[in-house]
């Protein structure tokens, strides 16, 4: 990990751990909602051309479902996103008196919110230790041979158990910029691998 966070810089180079530096916790989980199947220059793009027009809940409810859908449908999935936005902003203003929850349960009882966004939320607007777990998290992990998992909810356990708190709200920002620049699904590229010495290469059959 001390070598990782020496190499990427993760509060500049992804959108929703810069958001960190100014957190709202409602534009982060709007974000992250966003995020999801989407590449990060799209997110932050459609995030800011959204909150131009819609930065509270009341807004996102108020606005006519065809002009958000038209606002978010670049980052795919457009309309299943803003029938999650809508639900999720309806939410917080019927039972959350439009505030965003700052725990984990309340986060999780919201149709639409799931255990990574959650910890997102948790991690990048109240700044919790927490271990938010995408792909490259549970993926890499399991490379290296520091865990042996099959989901992510398992692997956020098992990190929790082994990973140094003082790397929790790092970790996501690393490895997500660590798995798309270097330690890639497919054929990584070892040779360029800051950490290969340590890396167990489970399950890797090529790399580059």
């Known amino acids: 990990m001390h070598i990782l966070e020496k190499q990427f810089d993760y509060r500049k180079r992804t959108t929703l751990n810069r958001m960190r530096k100014k957190p709202e916790a409602f534009k982060i989980l709007i974000s992250c909602l966003l995020s999801l199947r989407a590449k990060d220059e799209q997110t932050e793009k459609i995030s800011k051309k959204l909150f131009a027009i819609a930065d509270t ?6 606005l006519p479902k065809a002009k958000l859908e038209k606002i978010i449908f670049s980052s795919g ?3 299943k996103k803003a029938k999650t936005l809508k639900h999720v902003s309806n939410e917080l203003i019927k039972r959350f008196n439009s505030k965003v929850p700052n ?3 309340d986060l999780l009882s919201i149709k639409g919110v799931g255990p990574k966004t959650a910890n997102i939320v948790l991690a990048f607007a109240f700044g919790k230790s927490v271990l938010p777990i995408d792909t490259h998290c549970h993926r890499i992990p399991n490379r290296l041979g520091w865990i042996k998992t099959k989901t992510p909810k398992q692997t956020e356990k098992e ?31 070892c040779s360029k691998c800051p950490i290969e010495k340590y890396c167990k290469k489970i399950g890797v059959e090529k790399s580059r």
């Not at 809940?57 to 108020?62: G, L």
């Not at 140094?164 to 709200?169: A, D, F, I, L, S």
């Open 57 to 62: 809940p009341e807004k996102i409810v108020k």
């Open 77 to 79: 999935h457009y309309k």
């Open 103 to 105: 725990n984990k349960k």
């Open 159 to 189: 990190l929790e158990k082994i990973l140094p708190k003082e790397y929790w709200n790092e970790f996501n920002g690393i490895f997500v910029l660590f798995g798309k620049s270097i330690c890639q699904p497919i054929s990584p590229w």
